[in-house]
């Protein structure tokens, strides 16, 4: 009896719960600047600590370039840039993680990872509609998620590249498929 339990424990675990379903409101957290900001776990591949990055001339500021993460090229954003904050100097805390974005690989440099932490659906609300200032990081946020009596800015990584970022990542993605 309690191996057939086991067994059908097993199969529901395999045909129920497919990655999507354990991940659904989950959030990789971290902070950059006074505020913490959430990214969907579905799109972060790995956190990896921060490494020698090779500059392109002539790219936004907030992209410092690219690094090779075990023989993929890899762009990588800097996270406080795009989002019009002060630049900080990279420490021991400061790490990339590395997401997926629209089938490419993106790293964002950011200063701390903070947690991983579930939000549910209805904990989720959209942005407040106030100040210039706001909407630039509004551009980028499509809720805001509390987690007990704080709350978390949650990212949208389709927005934080633009057209012309996107054509920097489908270069770096080309260069890995020619060396495959």
Do not use: H, W
């Not at 762009?75 to 002060?86: A, N, T």
Request: some cysteine; glycine content about 6%.
């Amino acid at each position: 009896m309690e191996e057939r339990s086991e067994l059908k424990r097993q199969v529901d675990a395999g045909s129920a719960s497919n990655e999507s379903d354990t991940q659904k409101g989950k959030y990789m957290t971290f902070k950059s600047g006074n505020e913490f900001f959430g990214l969907e776990i579905q799109y972060v591949n790995e956190i990896i600590q921060l490494q020698a990055i090779t500059a392109i001339p002539e790219t936004e500021d907030y992209i410092k370039g690219l690094i090779n993460l075990r023989g993929k090229v890899i762009p990588v954003v800097d996270v406080r840039l795009r989002f019009k904050q002060e630049p900080f100097e990279y420490n021991d805390r400061t790490c990339i993680i590395v997401i997926n974005i629209k089938s490419m690989m993106v790293g964002l440099i950011v200063e701390k990872i903070a947690e991983v932490v579930e939000i549910k659906e209805d904990n989720i609300l959209p942005p407040p509609n106030v100040g210039r200032s706001d909407r630039i990081q509004n551009k980028y946020v499509y809720g805001i998620g509390k987690v007990g009596d704080t709350v978390k800015l949650l990212l949208d990584p389709d927005k934080l590249l633009n057209d012309e970022d996107l054509s920097v990542v489908e270069q770096a993605n080309e260069m890995n498929i020619d060396e495959e």
